[in-house]
């Protein structure tokens, strides 16, 4: 399955919807389209995820990498509307502990 990326930008604030999957295909095309947003300063990107059905460690290294982003150029991440089980897959990491994740 492929991954569908659709971004608004608006001023400071980039929501972003994912559909599909995020695995070594598809998160190099991801990576190169949302790491320029994080460049401007106190960005937040806000990335839903409620239609992405599978997420592999590549995935989250590029949720790593906007992360990190962001956090220099004085921004957020938050990433929405998890399943349960991608939450699951944040925590097991501790990932959740330092990023913005809400399920609903």
Do not use: C
């Given at each position: 399955?492929?991954?569908?990326?659709?971004?608004?930008?608006?001023?400071?604030?980039?929501?972003?919807?994912?559909?599909?999957?995020?695995?070594?295909?598809?998160?190099?095309?991801?990576?190169?389209?949302?790491?320029?947003?994080?460049?401007?300063?106190?960005?937040?990107?806000?990335?839903?995820?409620?239609?992405?059905?599978?997420?592999?460690?590549?995935?989250?290294?590029?949720?790593?990498?906007?992360f990190k982003?962001?956090?220099?150029?004085?921004?957020?991440?938050?990433?929405?509307?998890?399943?349960?089980?991608?939450?699951?897959?944040?925590?097991?990491?501790?990932?959740?502990?330092?990023?913005?994740?809400?399920?609903?």
């Open positions: 399955m492929n991954l569908s990326v659709d971004v608004h930008q608006e001023k400071e604030e980039v929501s972003v919807r994912l559909v599909g999957e995020i695995d070594a295909f598809t998160a190099s095309n991801l990576r190169e389209e949302l790491l320029p947003l994080a460049d401007g300063k106190n960005t937040t990107m806000i990335i839903n995820l409620k239609d992405v059905s599978y997420l592999d460690s590549t995935g989250l290294g590029v949720f790593v990498g906007i982003k962001l956090k220099e150029n004085g921004g957020e991440l938050r990433l929405v509307e998890l399943s349960e089980r991608l939450r699951r897959l944040f925590e097991i990491t501790g990932l959740d502990k330092i990023m913005n994740i809400s399920v609903n």
